[in-house]
């Protein structure tokens, strides 16, 4: 709540939005936004461009009354709907709209002039991902797909955050997420192995790794992870589901993984999946005393729902 709040009022006061006009127009907000309407629709009622920008009705109509007095707008029956104006721009109406984008595009182009490369990128990406989570009606659901060049090291880097956040282990667990994704990557046979990524909204929400195991029946779950804003939206059950599936259509017999009791949120979904607790060992690993755990599946049965 207050980052939202203290981006709002960073935003407004930068881009100049609180002042009386806007970008030197003699237009308020409100009214710049009701210009652009007009000037982007074909002939928009006044209730249709009142429900687009979400303003009370009697506010656009005042404002539409002072266009149509200063030779901003034209009017004409609605032949479809005889009590409805059809709007549109004047040729004074299109040379104030001209004029008040090309005093808009100066102030962006102005705002980001002044900061460096690095800034300006950064800033261009995140107004994109704001625009995208507005516009879109529904939360956006986890999407699964396969590796693309960069995934490894964005798993191997996020673990090793994560990790060390959550349980405070130390950078030993990287090395040995990255020597275990090198491995996969050198060593990938596509008849034994598969991987995938979830994404939300086009951001990596987690990730799954299905590799070969020591015996010729047996594969190995490797790697589980899910992004903390991600969590509760299915998508580690979705990841496990994936891997299982994939294991036995592949014609392996069992699946086993190694993990540590402290994962408590992996060990429930590996339950749900039937997966069966074969061994636990205490060591001590990633700086840290640790339990770790055998987990084991047999693909020739069917795995609970």
């Not at 210009?35 to 009705?57: F, K, M, S, V």
């Not at 104006?85 to 104030?96: C, D, F, I, N, W």
């Amino acid at each position: 709540m207050a980052t939202l709040r203290a981006f709002n009022r960073t935003y407004t006061r930068r881009l100049g939005l609180l002042g009386p006009h806007l970008d030197d127009s003699p237009f308020t907000l409100s009214e710049a936004r009701i210009l652009y309407e007009l000037a982007n629709r074909t002939d928009p009622t006044g209730a249709a461009i009142a429900r687009a920008l979400q303003l009370d009705p009697a506010q656009v109509s005042r404002t539409l009354k002072r266009f149509s007095g200063r030779g901003l707008v034209a009017t004409r029956d609605d032949p479809a709907h005889g009590r409805h104006q059809l709007l549109s721009l004047t040729a004074v109406g299109r040379a104030a709209f001209a004029a008040l984008e090309g005093n808009t595009k100066t102030a962006i182009d102005g705002l980001l002039d002044s900061l460096p490369p690095f800034s300006r990128a950064a800033l261009l990406a995140a107004a994109e991902t704001i625009t995208r989570m507005f516009e879109n009606d529904a939360s956006p659901r986890p999407v699964l797909r396969s590796l693309r060049p960069g995934d490894l090291g964005q798993v191997i880097a996020r673990q090793a955050m994560l990790y060390a956040e959550e349980y405070g282990w130390n950078s030993d667990y990287e090395a040995l997420v990255a020597r275990i994704l090198a491995d996969f990557h050198q060593s990938f046979d596509p008849a034994r192995e598969d991987a995938w990524i979830a994404d939300i909204d086009e951001r990596i929400a987690g990730s799954i790794f299905l590799v070969a195991g020591d015996a010729p029946e047996v594969a190995k779950l490797r790697l589980l992870y899910v992004e903390p804003a991600a969590r509760g939206a299915g998508v580690g059950k979705m990841l496990v589901t994936a891997c299982i599936e994939r294991a036995r259509a592949m014609g392996y017999a069992r699946l086993d993984l190694w993990t540590n009791s402290v994962l408590t949120a992996a060990r429930h979904i590996y339950e749900q999946a039937g997966f069966v607790l074969v061994d636990e060992v205490p060591h001590r690993s990633f700086g840290k005393d640790l339990v770790g755990q055998t987990w084991s599946l047999n693909l020739q049965n069917r795995s609970p729902a």
